[in-house]
């Protein structure tokens, strides 16, 4: 690719092309634009698909969770309105207003609340508009947004959107160079969703359940090295329950909102658990901290668990801390009689989450788990050999999660600057 100083023209371009980009307006590269049903029809729980507004995603359909209509009511809407393979939807009502998908499917399906626009052949391919109207559309929701009433976009105001676009041959090339981009973005998704899926399977076979009492379905062997002593590979000790409060000291965090600065100590909360994210936080004083530590101390190895809004997600605290936390969050503290690895992916399990919420106040505004009631809370506990074992597998599989997560978001970022270069 070359860069390019000229007026017109992308940052980015294709070395083969050329010449200025032409400015058009979404009506005259179109051969129709129209919008769905102002009506609301009866759905019904099978028959054709009926997508409104809250369906269509970024560069996505959901006809997952979609409505169905009868034949009768999907032709009424369909004869006038009838999107098809590589037509463009915007929505142009309500808070998702702008957002753009392509359609990837060849059956049909209705429409409410959402544009259909037809790109004409002859001068747009449907992939290259749907990639340059979905970044236009970043800066066309943030002006909707800005306006304070609902937000809406009148057919008349959608055909008069401007773009710039190149020759044909120049849009399918770079058509073809992002949807292999996509490609690989929507392959590192499944690998994520693969690798959750097998966590959460392996996790409800490797934890006991309600139906197996104490005893889970797949267990770790005695290893054949010697180095466990008992070396004959046969069962670990059964496992036993014990209440929470009875294997480790729990607390809560500062019931006072600090005085924040600019900068100093970290100060955790319920967003940074539930995002896993420990860099962008609130700062405290070196003497608030101070007064909290005493009463309190955040050390490696330690859990925090969120009790108030969010209910029982938790992070291990894997690193070299300095840091205080609000009394939204809970800390059980390690110890050496049991491994947190194990406790962290435990809390986690469907068998202690339904413990949690058997003892939330889910009447209150937020919901929360007194602090007492997560100490009364009943966990299942191997041998401290086994709980090592089950915390390194379970672990080497958030790695991998991780790894792939990581991949994932780097590839976004590339195309994202990609788009940002390569169109007008």
């Known amino acids: 690719m070359k860069s390019s100083t000229e007026t017109n023209v992308p940052e980015l371009r294709f070395p083969e092309f050329e010449g200025e980009w032409s400015n058009f307006i979404i009506k005259n590269i179109s051969t129709k634009v129209t919008d769905g049903t102002h009506s609301t029809p009866k759905t019904q729980s099978n028959g054709l698909p009926y997508i409104t507004a809250i369906h269509v995603k970024d560069g996505n359909i959901d006809f997952k969770n979609c409505y169905y209509l009868s034949e009768k009511d999907h032709k009424e809407i369909y004869n006038r309105c009838n999107p098809e393979y ?8 309500g808070a998702g207003t702008a957002t753009v998908s392509r359609v990837n499917v060849e059956y049909e399906f209705s429409l409410k609340n959402v544009a259909l626009i037809k790109p004409d052949k002859n001068i747009v391919d449907s992939y290259f508009l749907a990639q340059i109207q979905r970044e236009k559309s970043k800066r066309l929701k943030h002006q909707l947004a800005s306006g304070g009433a609902q937000p809406f976009l009148s057919l008349k ?11 044909l041959p120049e849009q399918q090339k770079i058509a073809d160079f992002l949807s292999q981009v996509d490609r690989k973005i929507d392959l590192l998704q499944q690998k994520v969703t693969a690798l959750a899926q097998y966590k959460k399977g392996v996790m409800q076979q490797l934890f006991p359940s309600a139906s197996s009492g104490q005893v ?76 909290e ?51 962290n992916q435990y809390i986690s399990s469907l068998i202690f989450q339904k413990e949690l ?3 939330t106040i889910h009447v209150a505004f937020p919901k929360k788990i007194n602090l007492g009631e997560i100490g009364n809370c009943k966990v299942k506990m191997p041998s401290l050999i086994e709980q090592t074992k089950i915390a390194n597998f379970l672990s080497s599989i958030d790695q991998k999660i991780a790894h792939t997560q ?7 970022s590339f195309k994202k600057g990609l788009l940002q270069k390569m169109f007008v």
């Open 157 to 167: 105001a959608i055909k008069k959107l401007k773009l710039s676009l190149p020759q």
């Open 293 to 343: 530590n005493k009463r309190v101390k955040l050390e490696r190895g330690d859990i925090l668990m969120t009790r108030i809004g969010d209910i029982g997600t938790s992070r291990l605290i894997d690193w070299d801390v300095k840091a205080s936390f609000y009394v939204s969050l809970a800390l059980l503290k390690q110890n050496e009689s049991f491994n947190s690895g194990y406790l």
């Open 86 to 93: 590589g037509d463009i939807l915007m929505v142009n009502i």
């Open 216 to 291: 889970p379905q797949l267990r770790f062997k005695r290893g054949l090295s010697g180095a466990e002593g008992q070396d004959d590979g046969s069962d670990y000790p059964e496992w036993e329950e014990k209440k929470l409060g009875e294997i480790l000291n729990y607390y809560d965090g500062t019931h006072q909102t600090p005085k924040y600065v600019s900068e100093g100590i970290p100060f955790y909360s319920v967003e940074h658990i539930t995002s896993n994210q420990f860099t962008k936080t609130k700062y405290i004083s070196e003497k608030v901290f101070e007064k």
């Open 406 to 412: 990581e991949q994932l978001e780097q590839t976004k």
């Open 357 to 359: 919420w058997r003892r």
